[in-house]
C-alpha cells in the first residue's frame, strides 16, 4: 500500500506556542489530504480537508484559525496548531488520498501534549 | 443516531479462534465499505476495502457487507497475538468524507 509519513511523531510544547506537523506522501501524489484527531479510546474525528493548491475545508466545530492546514504540494500537507492549550493534547493523525473519491492511507500519528 | 455504530469491545479470544468483528449503520447512501486496524499509538491501517454487497477474502480476512441490513463483517481466521489491534470500520459515499466506527479492540490470548 502506499505510504504516509508524519512528522514529528511526538512533541511536547507549552501553552501558547504553536506547533507545526507535517504529513508527506512518499510514494504517491495526494491531490487531497485529510486530518484528523483522536482522542484516546476514541474513534477518528475529521478535522478538515485539503485539496492541493486550495483552501481546506473545516469541519462544524472545528476552529481554522486555530488550525491552519496548508496543503502547497501534492506530496505534503502541514497542520499549524496555533497558541496551544492543554485542551489542544491529542493524536493528530493525517491520510492521503490520490483524489477525494480514492482510498485514504494513514500516516502513523503525532502525539501533541501542551503542558 | 450516530452514523456508524461498533461494539467498542474489549474482545478477547484465545490464539487460533476466529474473531468476528461487525458494524452497523444509518446511511444508505454508503457504498463504500473499509476496515483499518490500528496499533497501539499508531495511525490505521488498511486491511480490507469493498465496494457494495459482498465478500471478499484476503488470506485470513474476510470482510462482508450486507447493505439491506445495513450491517459489515470482518472476520479474521486462526488469530494470532499479533492480531491484536484496534479495528476501525469505515465508510463513505462517493466522493464524500470516511464516517468510522468507533473502533473495537481485540487481544488474542497466547
Known amino acids: 500500500g502506499a505510504v504516509v509519513s508524519q512528522h514529528p511523531s511526538r512533541v511536547i510544547c507549552k501553552s501558547g506556542t504553536s506547533v507545526k506537523i507535517e504529513c508527506r506522501s512518499l510514494?504517491?501524489?495526494?491531490?487531497?489530504m485529510f486530518w484528523y484527531r483522536q482522542f484516546p479510546k476514541k474513534s477518528l474525528m475529521l478535522m478538515a480537508t485539503?485539496?492541493?493548491?486550495?483552501?481546506?475545508?473545516?469541519e462544524q466545530g472545528v476552529e481554522k484559525d486555530k488550525f491552519l492546514i496548508n496543503h502547497a504540494s501534492l506530496t505534503l500537507s502541514t497542520l499549524t496548531v496555533t497558541s496551544a492549550h492543554p485542551e489542544d493534547s491529542s493524536f493528530y493523525i493525517c491520510?492521503?488520498?490520490?483524489?477525494?473519491?480514492?482510498?485514504?492511507?494513514f500516516g502513523p500519528g503525532t502525539r501533541l501534549l501542551v503542558l | 443516531q450516530k452514523e456508524v455504530e461498533q461494539d467498542p469491545g474489549p474482545l478477547s479470544v484465545p490464539e487460533g479462534a476466529i474473531v468476528s468483528l461487525n458494524c452497523t449503520y444509518s446511511?444508505?447512501?454508503?457504498?463504500?465499505f473499509m476496515w483499518y486496524r490500528q496499533y497501539s499509538r499508531k495511525g490505521p491501517e488498511l486491511l480490507m476495502y469493498?465496494?457494495?454487497?459482498g465478500n471478499k477474502e484476503d488470506g485470513r480476512f474476510t470482510a462482508q457487507v450486507d447493505k439491506s441490513s445495513k450491517y459489515i463483517s470482518l472476520f479474521i481466521r486462526d488469530s494470532q497475538p499479533s492480531d491484536s489491534a484496534t479495528y476501525l470500520c469505515?465508510?463513505?459515499?462517493?466522493?464524500?468524507?470516511?464516517?468510522f466506527g468507533t473502533g473495537t479492540r481485540l487481544t488474542v490470548i497466547p
Open positions: 485539503s485539496n492541493e493548491g486550495s483552501k481546506a475545508t473545516y
Open positions: 469505515a465508510m463513505k459515499t462517493g466522493a464524500n468524507n470516511l464516517f
Open positions: 446511511n444508505s447512501a454508503f457504498q463504500y
Open positions: 510514494d504517491f501524489q495526494a491531490t487531497t
Open positions: 469493498t465496494y457494495s454487497s
Open positions: 491520510s492521503a488520498a490520490l483524489t477525494v473519491q480514492e482510498t485514504q492511507y
